[in-house]
RNA sequence: GGUUCCGUCGUCUAGUGGUCUAGGACGUCUGGUUCUCAUCCAGAAAAUCGCGGGUUCGACUCCCGCCGGAAUCACCA
């Protein structure tokens, strides 16, 4: 059997967003899947268009996501260039094969002109069809358009149009009549090939077996189909994957529609293996009822027959769902050292001079209340710095505004000398001395914990009183609530 | 306008003629887990399967028509 090789074939025109990645993820778990090569190729074949520093973008996210390439930038191969721009003379020359076969013409009617015609369609309500409106001299020799074309005029490719069958992977079988098929720009007056042409002569040299790309590429496949055949070229299978829809509206998710890059969801603390995950399943499901999959489930469960056809529409807070699964999962199957290499740059600037010991433990407990990486910003402060102490926050608790400040004074009194003697500051001990605590102090746990909790983080919300108080450590708590009692007597 | 695709809870989906009085997940709501927030657990509401015809003993599933939505029609990809 041939060897599987898929691609990954994106312009450098800026970040990948949502809405295109999964054209790069269904090819590498087809690749992975059938233990073939996966490939980055990059189609800067539109020098206006090029972004600076974009190449390195789509790199990163593609790293980061964990789609690994074994052909492209960086990785070698024995098929590159795999920067179009670089792969000129491979397309001149499949060119100049078309060319004498008859099959090519060098057109050099001006922009203006063929503007001209297709308004004078689009008036008239017939289809545009440039072959409607072929040069008279298009049919000159091949030897007289090698040299017009030789001299930098554009070449065409001479359509004969018919009708076309073709199985798309994803689509079923298609079939169109002949008014679809047109002379289409093979080679632009720059001498650069258009996308028309160049993915399919790269594809071609490259072997690439099955192409993943937007539905938007599927009414332009007969004239596809048509260069193939011209070239003597068998085509790869076809996988035309549906859009993804913005939020709102029934619109394909675009940049324009707030569609977020991929490293914008890195950058805001989520997981890789949640996004991959949310994407993956986003059109596409096994037949089970399992949600979560890692990246090797997705491998192997993964099958071509079963993506959608039909446009799914993007759900961020189904993304950070996933994402609260992933950080709980990472915890326990692979640890908190794992999940904890995972947070660097995620901490408040309080927690730069902590060390690392006490960040896990911070982490430790507040894992499972972590929606996104960055939640860790705004939810750990009070474990780095003293907080402000604002009395308005107990005198106005729910739970403490029936409590005079004296019955205040006097919990926290009885708290802090207890809790001054002892040792043993294991979350396990500190729970035993709070329950005693509690009984002693006569009142609701609602009552005597939101104190405790309150007077010590000063937060909407801690973990459990004995693991907040067990990381803070005595000194902390003790002058916290030292503070507190001292600002009430003071009252 | 031509061509092509799509249409099951708010959302992602399961469903390939009877097991569907339509299953799961997100979200929403309710209750539980000695404080908060979250996790976790239990439960609830939520889809006349776009509409109308057929075929059939029987249709979400097959056929036809309609309606609605989308994509595309560049010297962009």
């Keep these: 059997m041939k060897e599987v090789r898929t691609r990954f074939a994106p312009s450098p025109t800026g970040y ?104 004078a369609d689009n008036d008239a309500k017939v289809p545009y069809l440039y072959h409607n409106h072929r040069p008279a001299n298009a049919d000159k020799t091949p030897e007289e358009n090698l040299a017009l074309w030789t001299e930098g005029v554009p070449l065409r490719f001479k359509a004969e149009p018919k009708s076309y069958e073709w199985h798309d992977e994803v689509m079923g079988d298609m079939k169109t009549g002949p008014e679809v098929c047109d002379d289409i720009i093979l080679i632009k007056r720059d001498g650069l090939p258009t996308y028309n042409f160049a993915h399919i002569v790269d594809d071609a040299e490259m072997g690439i077996t099955h192409i993943a790309r937007g539905v ?102 189904k993304i950070y769902w996933y994402n609260g699964q992933w950080i709980r999962k990472i915890a ?77 004074v006097d919990l926290l009194t009885m708290t802090i000398e207890r809790l001054n003697d002892i040792e043993d500051w294991s979350e396990e001990n500190l729970q035993t001395e709070l329950n005693d605590l509690l009984a002693k102090s006569g009142k609701k746990p609602a009552e005597y914990f939101s104190l405790v909790r309150i007077a010590v983080s000063f937060a909407p919300f801690s973990p459990a009183l004995h693991q907040t108080l067990s990381v803070l450590g005595r000194d902390k708590v003790l002058h916290r609530l030292n503070a507190v009692r001292t600002a009430l007597v003071h009252d």
């Design 16 to 119: 990948i967003h949502i809405g295109n990645v999964r054209s790069a993820i269904y090819p590498y778990l087809i690749a992975r899947q059938n233990g073939g090569t996966f490939i980055l190729r990059i189609e800067d074949t539109d020098q206006a268009r090029y972004v600076e520093g974009a190449t390195d973008l789509i790199k990163d996210t593609l790293k980061w996501l964990g789609l690994e390439w074994d052909e492209g930038p960086d990785a070698g191969g024995e098929n590159g260039p795999y920067f179009q721009t670089e792969r000129k003379e491979h397309y001149h020359e499949w060119a100049k094969k078309l060319i004498l076969a008859g099959r090519a013409y060098a057109d050099d009617t001006a922009p203006e002109v063929i503007d001209s015609y297709r308004k």
């Design 216 to 317: 938007e590429y599927l009414s332009s496949t007969p004239n596809y189909l048509a260069l193939y055949e011209a070239l003597g070229i068998e085509h790869p299978l076809f996988l035309s994957l549906p859009h993804i829809l913005a939020p709102t509206g029934n619109k394909k998710l675009g940049k324009r529609d707030g569609a977020k890059s991929v490293t914008e969801y890195r950058d805001d603390g989520v997981l890789p293996e949640a996004l991959l995950n949310y994407l993956a399943c986003l059109g596409w499901n096994d037949g089970t009822e399992q949600e979560i999959y890692s990246k090797e489930d997705l491998i192997k469960a993964f099958s071509i027959d079963r993506i959608q056809n039909s446009g799914a529409r993007f759900d961020e807070v």
């Design 332 to 408: 326990t199957e692979q640890g908190f050292d794992e999940l904890y290499k995972r947070t660097a740059g995620f901490w408040p600037e309080s927690a730069d001079s902590e060390t690392d010991e006490y960040k896990l433990k911070v982490l430790s407990i507040i894992y499972d209340r972590l929606k996104t990486l960055s939640d860790l910003k705004t939810m750990t402060n009070y474990f780095f710095v003293d907080p402000k102490v604002d009395l308005s926050l107990i005198t106005e608790n729910k739970f403490l505004k029936k409590l005079s400040e004296s019955e205040l």
